[in-house]
């Protein structure tokens, strides 16, 4: 594993390298682009977590992290309606994990949505819900277990690895249904 992540480094460079001697870029290459900045992220949480790396936690500005993994994703789901709401502040925290735990919430409030759905994301008071319009869950006690699924999409890991990430980072957590307004699933993370 730990050959393969040093070798995956590589090829993630060149193509950044390769992306920056390009003066002007269309929506094509900027999606390219972001894509190479989601996989140099997987790809340095995956090498902390073989090499066992400590945390490295510094002041990071929650609307930066955020607004990453948000143009990402609105690309993908560009039919979702989308709805931020950021009321930027500086957290303490590590900005690679906390980066990956976003790209999980986001990804999975996409992928478990309803094709006319929506993604609500909001910051403020040190707290950050991220909902979505679902078409419903049997067992949201399970969502943050390992494998769990009730569907055929998906390897049923996602929300499991948000729950270690937070609680390595120290953050409070909550999964919650409503069936207020329609069907609606948010994560809420306090600082």
């Known amino acids: 594993m730990k050959d393969i992540i040093h070798d995956i ?16 870029q269309d929506d ?9 900045n989601t996989l140099e992220m997987l790809h340095k949480n995956l090498d902390n977590y073989l090499n ?21 994703f609105q690309d993908l789901y560009d039919w979702l309606e989308w709805d931020i709401s950021i009321t930027n502040q500086t957290i303490m925290t590590d900005r690679y994990i906390f980066s990956r735990v976003i790209y999980n919430i986001i990804h999975n409030a996409c992928k478990y949505n309803r094709s006319d759905g ?6 403020e008071n040190s707290s950050l ?3 979505n319009s679902s ?15 009730e569907s055929d999409r998906g390897l049923g890991i996602g929300l499991h690895i948000v729950s270690k990430l937070l609680n390595d980072l120290e953050y409070r957590y909550s ?10 699933f948010w994560i809420l993370v306090k600082f």
């Open 9 to 24: 480094n590589t090829p993630i460079s060149s193509i950044k390298l390769n992306l920056t001697l390009i003066e002007k």
């Open 28 to 36: 094509e290459l900027k999606a390219i682009a972001q894509s190479v």
């Open 52 to 72: 066992n790396t400590t945390l490295t936690v510094q002041g990071c500005e929650i609307e930066d992290i955020l607004m990453q993994q948000i143009i990402f």
């Open 118 to 123: 929506f993604i609500k994301i909001k910051y």
């Open 129 to 131: 819900k991220i909902t």
């Open 135 to 149: 078409y419903g869950l049997k067992n949201p006690q399970k969502v943050f277990n390992r494998f769990y699924k």
């Open 175 to 184: 999964f919650e249904v409503s069936e207020k307004d329609d069907v609606c």
